[in-house]
Nanobody
Framework: QVQLVESGGGLVQTVASLRLSCAAS????????MCWFRQAPGKEREFVGS???????YYADSVKGRFTISRDNVKNTVYLQMNSLKHKDTALYYC???????????WGQGTQVTVSS
């Protein structure tokens, strides 16, 4: 059984930085695509960024230039470095894994990021 566990969330002020981690255990390995989503209160879940097995990265327009996704295949962990945080980045951040980009079978429980203005 695959498990994804996010960590690193917290309460920060605007323009601060945070690094989220998503540790995977079980089947997903370096061949899996990994993705970060977020969901703010009262809003739909939205895509943040993804990284495939070869290291190709994709980002939502709202975070381009501020967020960076990376992965450590030895540790089976994906990271989301978030810089220049804004109040509108406040959300519950989830990671997901799947055999291909856009096909996510496994989800974590999320880590809360709150950015005070």
């Amino acid at each position: 059984q695959v498990q994804l566990v996010e960590s690193g969330g917290g309460l920060v002020q605007t323009v601060a930085s945070l690094r989220l981690s998503c540790a995977a255990s079980g089947r997903p390995g370096s061949s899996y695509a990994m993705c970060w989503f977020r969901q703010a209160p009262g809003k739909e879940r939205e895509f943040v960024g993804s990284i495939n097995w070869s290291g190709s990265r994709y980002y939502a327009d709202s975070v381009k230039g501020r967020f960076t996704i990376s992965r450590d295949n030895v540790k089976n962990t994906v990271y989301l470095q978030m810089n220049s945080l804004k109040h509108k980045d406040t959300a519950l951040y989830y990671c997901a894994a799947g055999p291909q980009l856009g096909q996510y079978e496994f989800w974590g429980q999320g880590t809360q990021v709150t950015v005070s203005s």
